[in-house]
């Protein structure tokens, strides 16, 4: 598939997304939001769902998390334009509760299709719930913070604490400081490592 194939499905996605009424958070949100960045990035980050700034401009990480977001990103050379930001659930839920699971059904598919076609070498999980929803059956965030794992599709993950969580618990600031800090050491990791040409060969989940 070219790049303009890819950005015309993407921006597909983004459209069905904004016209959505697959669950009932489509009754109560002022936007959708697909997400936004580059889509040739070689990083995703996937948080847990849009809160009332996002929810207000449509934009993803728009608000306190966001800018606590940006500061990292310039921490380690980069920038919101060079990386691509989404959530699990595509709409705000009410009051910024947890998604419930039929919001997250309702949305997953959109999620597994924008990873499909951009192919992100590194996915980063911020929060406890992007962590459930990409990562199943691993412990907890609290275990697997800062831990890359592979993927039996070839891409790595990592999970971190949302940025949210960060700012309402100062106790787990420096510690999402010090896990965001191995993302580029590992992203060139990565890129030297020899290509395969099937990615799909990993048989099972491998920390690296």
Not at 6 to 13: V, Y
Not at 42 to 62: L, R, S, T, Y
Not at 83 to 99: G, H, L, M, S, Y
């Given at each position: 598939?070219?790049?303009?194939?890819?950005?015309?499905?993407?921006?597909?996605?983004?459209q069905?997304?904004?016209?959505?009424?697959?669950?009932?958070?489509?009754k109560?949100?002022?936007?959708?939001?697909?997400?936004?960045g580059?889509?040739?990035a070689?990083?995703?980050?996937?948080?847990?769902?849009?809160?009332?700034?996002?929810?207000?401009?449509?934009?993803?990480?728009?608000g306190?998390?966001?800018?606590?977001?940006?500061?990292?990103?310039?921490?380690?050379?980069?920038?919101?334009?060079k990386?691509?930001?989404?959530?699990?659930?595509?709409?705000?839920?009410?009051?910024?509760?947890?998604?419930e699971?039929?919001?997250?059904?309702?949305c997953?598919?959109?999620?597994?299709?924008?990873?499909?076609?951009m192919?992100?070498?590194?996915?980063?999980?911020?929060?406890?719930?992007?962590?459930?929803?990409?990562?199943?059956?691993?412990?907890?965030?609290?275990?697997?913070?800062?831990k890359?794992?592979?993927?039996?599709?070839?891409?790595?993950?990592?999970?971190?604490?949302?940025?949210?969580?960060?700012?309402?618990?100062?106790?787990l600031?420096?510690?999402?400081?010090?896990?965001?800090?191995?993302?580029?050491?590992?992203?060139?990791?990565?890129?030297?490592?020899?290509?395969?040409k099937?990615?799909?060969?990993?048989?099972?989940e491998?920390l690296?």
């Open positions: 598939m070219d790049d303009l194939t890819t950005k015309n499905e993407l921006d597909n996605i983004e069905n997304v904004s016209k959505c009424f697959g669950c009932k958070l489509s109560t949100r002022k936007n959708a939001v697909p997400g936004s580059d889509y040739n070689e990083i995703m980050f996937i948080g847990e769902a849009p809160g009332a700034n996002e929810d207000e401009k449509g934009i993803p990480f728009c306190a998390a966001g800018k606590f977001l940006d500061e990292m990103l310039a921490s380690i050379g980069l920038d919101r334009s990386v691509f930001i989404t959530n699990v659930v595509k709409c705000r839920p009410p009051e910024n509760r947890d998604p699971y039929d919001e997250k059904v309702a997953r598919q959109y999620l597994e299709d924008q990873i499909k076609l192919k992100p070498k590194i996915i980063v999980c911020l929060g406890r719930h992007a962590c459930v929803s990409l990562l199943p059956g691993q412990p907890s965030i609290s275990k697997i913070h800062g890359a794992l592979k993927r039996p599709n070839g891409i790595v993950y990592l999970p971190l604490y949302h940025p949210a969580a960060a700012l309402h618990n100062g106790g600031r420096q510690t999402l400081i010090d896990d965001f800090s191995k993302l580029k050491p590992l992203l060139e990791k990565i890129n030297k490592e020899p290509q395969k099937d990615k799909i060969e990993f048989k099972q491998t690296i």
